[in-house]
């Protein structure tokens, strides 16, 4: 099981950058987002491959014809909050408001429910397992922001992906593969890892689990993308890393797997046998 998703969002909403925090800042910014997003859709639809798409209920504001565009094409539309910050920023109430924004100004757009989310960066631990139960309680059933080390060990598509039982709110969790070395991640299967690599890593690390989720961003197949003068070297280095052959390297990709959406993923599922974690639980 191949699981492909992307992040909508642009190249300011790096976690960490100064104008992430103002999102006053964010109209006034020079962006290829739409052209990005076009150029996506076009390699999915030439080669009929299925995606999630997490967008940001900011984006789905002020790009509603390209959100629609992705969602007319077939394709699942999930929240990735709408202001994209880190859930050590927000208080419950605010969390709860900032999704609930995000969820509606989809809904109303597309006229389609939302039925999965993913936190920025992936941030979400047992100090904020309360943000669980505000999804369950706003019609969100599948979450993708769990990180899994996979630790050099065939990941079987029976054990992942699980339940997430938080006060008797359960959302259906489809995990991110990555690879630990002494507490930080060398690998993690899309973005940046997938631009930096040479892609026999990442076909390698997919032909040896039977589960695999995948991510990516518009900005990992932008190659008019400038340096950032807020950024010092190596992370300007970072963010521009490989992409000039990520697209050719995605082409591959999507030539040599098949790969499908989390809802299409879902129906696949014998969820009867899948794993329960709750709170105490590690993941």
């Known amino acids: 099981m191949n699981i492909l998703t992307f992040d909508i969002e642009d190249w300011f909403h790096i976690l960490g950058h100064p104008i992430n925090n103002d999102i006053s800042r964010w109209k006034d910014q020079k962006s290829n987002l739409e052209e990005n997003i076009d150029k996506i859709l076009g390699l999915l639809l030439e080669h009929q491959q299925k995606a999630t798409f997490f967008v940001l209920g900011w ?15 077939g394709f699942e539309i999930g929240s990735h909050t709408h202001s994209h910050r880190r859930i050590k920023e927000f208080s419950p109430r605010s969390f709860l408001q900032d999704v609930e924004r995000s969820i509606k100004i989809t809904e109303d757009t597309l006229g389609k429910k939302v039925k999965s989310f993913r936190f920025p960066g992936f941030q979400i631990s047992t ?11 706003l019609g969100v059933e599948f979450d993708s922001s769990v990180q899994i080390n996979y630790q050099n060990t065939r990941m079987q598509y029976k054990s992942y992906p699980v339940y997430l039982e938080v006060n008797g709110h359960r959302l259906k969790e489809f995990p991110v593969p990555v690879r630990y070395l002494f507490g930080q991640i060398v690998f993690r299967s899309g973005s940046g890892f997938f631009r930096f690599f040479p892609y026999r ?31 010092n070297f190596l992370r300007n280095f970072k963010n521009r890393a490989g992409i000039k ?12 797997f098949e790969f499908s959406d989390i809802q299409t993923a879902n129906e696949k599922i014998n ?4 794993r329960v974690f709750r709170h105490h639980d590690k993941y």
């Not at 790009?63 to 969602?71: E, G, T, V």
């Not at 689990?209 to 197949?221: G, I, T, V």
């Not at 052959?245 to 040599?256: A, C, G, M, N, T």
């Open 59 to 73: 984006i789905t504001e002020r790009y509603p014809q390209s959100i629609r565009k992705i969602s007319e094409a």
């Open 127 to 137: 100090e904020y397992l309360w943000a669980l139960e505000t999804l369950s309680d």
């Open 271 to 274: 969820w009867e046998e899948s």
């Open 245 to 256: 052959s990520s697209i050719p390297k995605f082409v591959r990709l999507l030539k040599e």
């Open 201 to 231: 890593s990442t076909k390698t690390f997919l032909k040896r689990n039977n589960y695999n989720l995948l991510y990516y961003h518009p900005r990992d197949f932008d190659i008019e993308m400038l340096d950032e003068e807020n950024y």
